[in-house]
């Protein structure tokens, strides 16, 4: 499966920002969905999955309360509900698929898209 997310860019902290991860080439309903960024210097960080239905997610304790994932299998399409952003969400975040729930290596992953949080 193919992975393209999208909607990162610069928000003021306190504000809030929708990404977008669409996929293509194979049943996306397949595939339990997760969300992970990767800040400079530092190392790629868990932020949440969804499953396969979209019935449940789970998230990091460093965004539980405030960012959300829900996903529309009809449109192939994860998103990630970013609220009360801080500064340090400054990121590069990555939408990543698999077949199995939280693997410890995810077997699809698109490309990043930049979210950058002012003070």
């Known amino acids: 499966v193919q992975l393209q997310a999208s909607g990162g860019g610069l928000v003021q902290a306190g504000g809030s920002l929708r990404l977008s991860c669409a996929a293509s080439g194979r049943t996306f309903s397949r595939y339990n969905m997760g969300w992970f960024r990767q800040a400079p210097r530092e190392e790629r960080e868990f932020v949440g999955a969804i499953r396969r239905s979209g019935g449940y997610a789970y998230f990091s304790d460093s965004v539980n309360g405030r960012f959300t994932i829900s996903r529309d299998n009809a449109k192939n399409t994860v998103y990630l509900q970013m609220n009360s952003l801080k500064t340090e969400d400054t990121a590069v975040y990555y939408c990543?698929?698999?077949?199995?729930?939280?693997?410890?290596?995810?077997?699809?992953w698109g490309q990043g898209t930049l979210v950058t949080v002012s003070s």
């Open positions: 990543a698929a698999d077949s199995r729930w939280l693997p410890s290596e995810y077997a699809y």
